[in-house]
């Protein structure tokens, strides 16, 4: 969901963050991103040492956990009242928010997949391109990073914890299901006029994040935009492809 400074290391210090507004590539965007990342690394480094029964509960409080922070995204984003145009829980964030915890406790193939691509081809772009005005003033502004965390963050500890790795089987279930999800909502941004996955063309510029915009006019950067994601997935799975390959290779016995 979009929630619609900078200074060098010298200048540093906690008075100049602006408590009330978010600059991306500032002192608060480094120091957002840090936190998360040091959030994660704990999370699985305290996950690898856990009995298998202490992990597995662990699973269960962090679902739990996402949950409660997806419902309270959404409550404290629509506080004034639901807007359809920008307030429904459908970007990609929002949804992937549902499949991180999901994905965690049901180990279902498709869900694990899909968590995968979108968050190491997608969600990695909230921590270099954040779509946030709000402060730290602000709930919107702690909702925001955690919820990207979470998806991420699962992702990585289903990696690194459980042992996902993606194959091309994997790359066609989470491109099957992102070409549905996009469709669904292509359509659905046309009845709105809204911009759920960026995909829409609405009325309020606002809605178009700038990234988005220099990717050209509408619907032509619908096609541009996919062409992207499908080469992010592709991106985000080739290490496994050649990590796989040199795997089978090391285990190979020497021929006789």
């Given at each position: 969901m979009p929630a619609n400074a900078t200074g060098s290391l010298?200048?540093?210090?906690?008075?100049?963050?602006?408590?009330?507004?978010?600059?991306?590539?500032?002192?608060?965007?480094?120091?957002?991103?840090?936190g998360c990342f040091a959030a994660i690394a704990i999370l699985v480094l305290v996950a690898r040492r856990l009995t298998e029964p202490a992990e597995m509960r662990l699973r269960a409080g962090l679902a739990a956990f996402a949950f409660v922070v997806w419902g309270i995204y959404n409550i404290a984003w629509n506080w004034s009242g639901i807007d359809i145009v920008s307030g429904l829980p459908l970007h990609i964030c929002d949804v992937g928010g549902v499949i991180a915890p999901l994905a965690l406790i049901s180990q279902k193939r498709f869900l694990r997949a899909t968590l995968y691509f979108w968050a190491f081809a997608l969600t990695t772009q909230a921590f270099i391109q954040p779509t946030l005005v709000q402060g730290p003033?602000?709930?919107?502004?702690?909702?925001?990073?955690?919820?990207?965390?979470?998806?991420?963050?699962?992702?990585?500890?289903?990696?690194?914890?459980?042992?996902?790795?993606?194959?091309?089987?994997?790359?066609?279930?989470a491109a099957v299901f992102t070409i549905g999800?996009?469709?669904?909502?292509?359509?659905?941004?046309i009845a709105l006029g809204s911009n759920y996955a960026y995909v829409g063309d609405p009325a309020d510029t606002k809605l178009i994040p700038p990234f988005v915009a220099m990717l050209g006019p509408w619907p032509g950067r619908v096609l541009v935009m996919?062409?992207?994601?499908?080469?992010?997935?592709?991106?985000?799975?080739?290490?496994?492809?050649?990590?796989?390959?040199?795997?089978?290779?090391?285990?190979?016995?020497?021929?006789?």
């Open positions: 010298d200048t540093f210090s906690w008075d100049r963050i602006s408590w009330e507004t978010f600059t991306p590539f500032g002192t608060l965007h480094l120091v957002s991103v840090l003033a602000s709930p919107l502004f702690w909702c925001f990073w955690i919820a990207h965390t979470i998806i991420f963050g699962y992702a990585i500890y289903d990696i690194v914890v459980l042992g996902f790795r993606p194959d091309w089987s994997d790359f066609r279930r999800y996009v469709g669904a909502v292509f359509v659905l941004n996919t062409a992207l994601a499908g080469l992010g997935f592709l991106l985000v799975f080739l290490p496994w492809r050649f990590f796989g390959r040199a795997a089978d290779t090391a285990v190979e016995p020497e021929a006789a």
